[in-house]
């Protein structure tokens, strides 16, 4: 137990795997009928995966062809109903074809769509937003309208995993695409660029470690003026914490550490970080305040726009009541109690409640703070009973607010947005709403996540408004 988390010496290749047999046994069937087959690609799927069918008639979804492309392809995965494969060859490029910019691109599964324009991924991710809806039953009268900014140097914060393979060589990097295996990168293009100047410091810090095995991974976060590593420390090492001491002075970055492993404690190693991000509101300005772990939105840019848009939405009245759900650390209760409404904002977590109450003393603009779980159809039905809101925002996790749901068809509210980080759970979500009695009078695709096939989207909906539809912002 001495070495646990410590380097071992490298040991001599044997050149034969311990799974050769496990490998040869899991080999792909003879029978590929696609693979090495010329294909045209008809349309990208809501992944980003091109969609073809080959000469037999099986679907094939081909990682990194786009629409119109004519691609020979290699197929990795056979299912019943259709094959995965990759472009082998490509023959005919689509014009909206582009150079990605990251030279990490086709290993890190980070940013998967960067071989497509940006023009073109927006638009993508507002049809695949269109096509969700309209598969519950929602047509959407106008285009859906767009959220977009900077499409490199925008993401504040990242996580990058921390491995140490058998010959004693620290890797440094995101994981692959649809695998836990490592990449190893020297330069990451969507960073912040304060944050992407850590890379390679934290690549040399790591390799002078006594023991990079207890390093789990690292977090950077990018806050006002502020840079913060944190380090996922498995286990204590003295002279490690030592090292990172020495980076944070030498680095100028303020250094804490997350220490255990099964319910770790945050340790700043010299004066804790004051982390905040600041939203314009007119002339004046809000600072939201947020520790490590709290969610914040990775992109400010697109943040704020759309803090904005929802505060143009809704422009309640002085003394309008509010109901946040899913609330955060305050990223949409406070810009809407600073326009005048009487806001009621819920977390589920208790933390967070405590960081709301925090922000909104700091910030001089009231708000009254409750927890709840807001997966609880009961819970939810009582809050709003208990606060008749006028106005309702939910901002909730990827597996939706069909509980919220539930209980706004059962007690409606005049208005109400649901900001959204999975279109495919907004679309169930939205279809109960609006078989309910709601009508979209607005709808958006936020591109948070430039390059990538992620969306957040964002919805107003009217109590009786009818006929669904959608306007640009």
């Not at 995965?77 to 990251?102: G, S, Y």
């Not at 005048?340 to 922000?359: C, D």
């Not at 606060?387 to 909730?396: E, G, K, R, S």
Request: aromatic share 4%; charged share 25%.
């Amino acid at each position: 137990m001495a070495l646990l988390g410590k380097r071992r010496p490298a040991r001599q290749r044997s050149g034969v795997s311990g799974l050769h047999k496990r490998h040869a046994e899991a080999q792909r069937p003879a029978e590929l009928e696609a693979d090495g087959e010329a294909v045209s690609i008809e349309r990208l799927a809501h992944d980003g995966r091109g969609v073809a069918r080959s000469a037999a008639g099986k679907t094939l979804f081909v990682e990194g062809a786009l629409p119109g492309e004519r691609v020979e392809v290699a197929v990795h995965r056979t299912r019943k109903r259709f094959d995965e494969a990759h472009v082998r060859t490509l023959l005919e490029p689509a014009p909206e074809r582009v150079t990605p910019p990251c030279a990490h691109y086709g290993q890190c599964g980070g940013c998967d769509m960067q071989h497509l324009a940006v023009a073109a991924q927006r638009r993508h991710k507002g049809s695949v937003l269109t096509d969700l809806l309209g598969r519950e039953g929602i047509e959407l009268a106008h285009p859906v309208g767009l959220l977009a900014g900077q499409s490199l140097g925008y993401r504040r914060r990242a996580r990058l995993g921390v491995k140490v393979d058998a010959q004693g060589d620290v890797h440094l990097g995101f994981r692959a695409r649809h695998a836990s295996r490592l990449v190893d990168i020297q330069a990451c293009e969507v960073l912040v660029p304060e944050l992407a100047a850590l890379l390679m410091p934290l690549r040399a810090q790591l390799s002078e470690l006594e023991a990079p095995r207890l390093v789990g991974h690292l977090e950077l976060i990018a806050a006002d003026s502020t840079r913060v590593v944190v380090v996922r420390q498995l286990r204590e090492n003295p002279a490690d914490l030592q090292r990172w001491r020495e980076f944070g002075q030498a680095n100028e970055v303020i250094v804490a550490r997350l220490l255990g492993r099964d319910e770790p404690t945050l340790e700043w190693l010299g004066e804790p970080a004051s982390l905040g991000y600041r939203l314009p509101l007119g002339e004046a300005e809000l600072r939201l305040g947020f520790a490590p772990g709290d969610f914040i939105q990775v992109n400010e840019e697109i943040n704020r726009e759309m803090v904005r848009t929802v505060r143009e939405w809704l422009a309640p009245a002085t003394g309008q009541r509010l109901l946040d759900l899913f609330a955060g650390i305050g990223n949409f209760s406070l810009p809407l109690a600073a326009d005048g409404a009487r806001v009621a904002a819920v977390e589920g977590n208790p933390a967070m409640v405590a960081r709301l109450e925090a922000n909104a003393r700091d910030s001089a603009f009231e708000l009254e703070a409750y927890q709840a779980n807001l997966n609880d159809e009961t819970a939810v039905a009582a809050l709003l009973a208990r606060l008749a809101p006028d106005i309702v925002v939910l901002d909730p996790p990827r597996d939706g607010a069909d509980a919220v749901c539930r209980a706004l068809v059962e007690r409606p509210v005049p208005k109400l947005v649901y900001i959204a980080c999975d279109p495919a759970t907004l679309a169930r979500d939205a279809a109960r709403l609006v078989h309910g009695g709601y009508g979209i009078v607005q709808a958006v695709v936020a591109d948070m996540f430039v390059h990538t096939s992620h969306l957040e989207s964002l919805l107003l909906l009217e109590h009786g408004a009818g006929q669904p539809s959608s306007q640009g912002v």
